[in-house]
Protein backbone atom coordinates (compact mmCIF):
# COMPACT_ATOMS: atom_id res chain seq x y z
CA UNK A 1 0.00 0.00 0.00
CA UNK A 2 1.19 3.37 -0.68
CA UNK A 3 0.57 6.82 1.16
CA UNK A 4 1.05 10.34 0.40
CA UNK A 5 2.48 12.26 3.67
CA UNK A 6 2.55 15.93 3.38
CA UNK A 7 3.94 18.57 5.83
CA UNK A 8 4.44 21.81 5.55
CA UNK A 9 1.26 24.14 5.70
CA UNK A 10 0.50 26.82 7.88
CA UNK A 11 -0.67 30.46 9.19
CA UNK A 12 1.16 33.17 7.04
CA UNK A 13 0.72 36.80 6.46
CA UNK A 14 -0.02 37.68 3.01
CA UNK A 15 3.26 38.43 0.96
CA UNK A 16 4.79 35.33 3.02
CA UNK A 17 6.25 32.10 1.91
CA UNK A 18 5.30 28.56 2.83
CA UNK A 19 7.29 24.98 1.23
CA UNK A 20 4.91 22.09 1.63
CA UNK A 21 6.44 18.61 0.93
CA UNK A 22 4.86 15.31 -0.30
CA UNK A 23 6.92 11.94 0.03
CA UNK A 24 5.17 8.61 -1.07
CA UNK A 25 6.23 5.76 0.44
CA UNK A 26 5.19 1.87 -0.04
CA UNK A 27 5.56 -0.03 -2.69
CA UNK A 28 6.27 2.46 -5.11
CA UNK A 29 7.87 0.86 -8.42
CA UNK A 30 8.12 4.53 -10.42
CA UNK A 31 6.35 7.52 -10.40
CA UNK A 32 4.77 9.21 -13.34
CA UNK A 33 3.73 12.36 -12.13
CA UNK A 34 3.15 14.16 -8.61
CA UNK A 35 1.79 17.26 -7.56
CA UNK A 36 -0.52 20.09 -5.55
CA UNK A 37 -3.93 20.27 -5.81
CA UNK A 38 -6.31 22.76 -3.06
CA UNK A 39 -9.44 22.99 -2.52
CA UNK A 40 -10.77 26.44 -0.42
CA UNK A 41 -14.52 26.61 1.10
CA UNK A 42 -17.27 26.44 -1.26
CA UNK A 43 -14.83 25.63 -4.25
CA UNK A 44 -13.99 22.94 -6.54
CA UNK A 45 -10.90 21.48 -6.15
CA UNK A 46 -8.20 22.71 -8.61
CA UNK A 47 -4.76 21.57 -9.58
CA UNK A 48 -2.33 24.13 -8.68
CA UNK A 49 0.92 22.66 -9.69
CA UNK A 50 2.05 19.30 -11.47
CA UNK A 51 5.43 17.69 -12.47
CA UNK A 52 6.43 14.95 -14.29
CA UNK A 53 9.12 12.27 -14.14
CA UNK A 54 10.70 14.30 -16.75
CA UNK A 55 10.74 17.59 -15.09
CA UNK A 56 7.62 18.98 -16.80
CA UNK A 57 5.62 21.33 -14.87
CA UNK A 58 2.54 22.42 -15.13
CA UNK A 59 0.95 25.82 -13.32
CA UNK A 60 -2.52 27.20 -12.66
CA UNK A 61 -2.55 30.85 -13.93
CA UNK A 62 -3.32 32.52 -10.39
CA UNK A 63 0.26 30.93 -8.99
CA UNK A 64 2.73 31.03 -12.17
CA UNK A 65 5.91 33.90 -11.04
CA UNK A 66 4.92 32.28 -7.62
CA UNK A 67 4.81 29.33 -7.18
CA UNK A 68 7.65 26.52 -8.14
CA UNK A 69 7.03 22.86 -8.14
CA UNK A 70 10.44 20.17 -7.80
CA UNK A 71 10.48 17.14 -6.92
CA UNK A 72 13.44 14.31 -5.88
CA UNK A 73 13.13 11.15 -7.48
CA UNK A 74 15.02 9.32 -5.17
CA UNK A 75 13.43 10.62 -2.25
CA UNK A 76 9.92 9.89 -4.17
CA UNK A 77 9.15 13.77 -2.90
CA UNK A 78 7.87 16.57 -4.27
CA UNK A 79 7.64 19.95 -3.10
CA UNK A 80 5.56 23.31 -3.82
CA UNK A 81 7.67 26.43 -2.92
CA UNK A 82 5.16 29.04 -2.25
CA UNK A 83 6.12 33.13 -2.37
CA UNK A 84 4.26 36.11 -2.75
CA UNK A 85 0.95 34.47 -0.73
CA UNK A 86 -1.91 36.18 -1.25
CA UNK A 87 -5.75 35.52 0.71
CA UNK A 88 -6.83 33.66 -2.27
CA UNK A 89 -4.23 31.04 -1.57
CA UNK A 90 -5.96 30.06 1.32
CA UNK A 91 -7.53 26.67 1.07
CA UNK A 92 -6.05 22.59 1.80
CA UNK A 93 -3.80 21.73 -0.31
CA UNK A 94 -3.46 17.84 -1.50
CA UNK A 95 -0.26 15.76 -2.88
CA UNK A 96 -1.54 13.94 -5.79
CA UNK A 97 0.21 10.80 -7.46
CA UNK A 98 -0.02 9.07 -10.30
CA UNK A 99 2.50 6.23 -9.86
CA UNK A 100 3.10 2.06 -10.66
CA UNK A 101 2.85 0.14 -7.74
CA UNK A 102 1.41 -3.19 -8.23
CA UNK A 103 -0.44 -1.27 -11.40
CA UNK A 104 -1.13 1.86 -12.18
CA UNK A 105 -2.93 4.26 -9.33
CA UNK A 106 -3.71 7.45 -8.52
CA UNK A 107 -3.02 8.44 -4.74
CA UNK A 108 -4.27 11.31 -2.74
CA UNK A 109 -3.04 12.80 0.73
CA UNK A 110 -4.67 13.74 3.45
CA UNK A 111 -4.78 17.65 2.66
CA UNK A 112 -2.48 20.24 4.59
CA UNK A 113 -4.33 23.74 5.40
CA UNK A 114 -2.93 27.17 4.15
CA UNK A 115 -4.17 29.92 5.76
CA UNK A 116 -3.07 33.54 4.38
CA UNK A 117 -3.84 36.42 6.60
CA UNK A 118 -3.69 40.16 6.23
Known amino acids: QVQLVESGGGLVQVGGSLRLSCAASGSVFSINVMGWYRQAPGNQREVVALITSGGSTNYLDSVKGRFTISRDNAKNTVYLQMNGLKREDTAVYYC????????????WGQGTQVTVSS
Open 96 to 107: YSDLNDSHRSMY
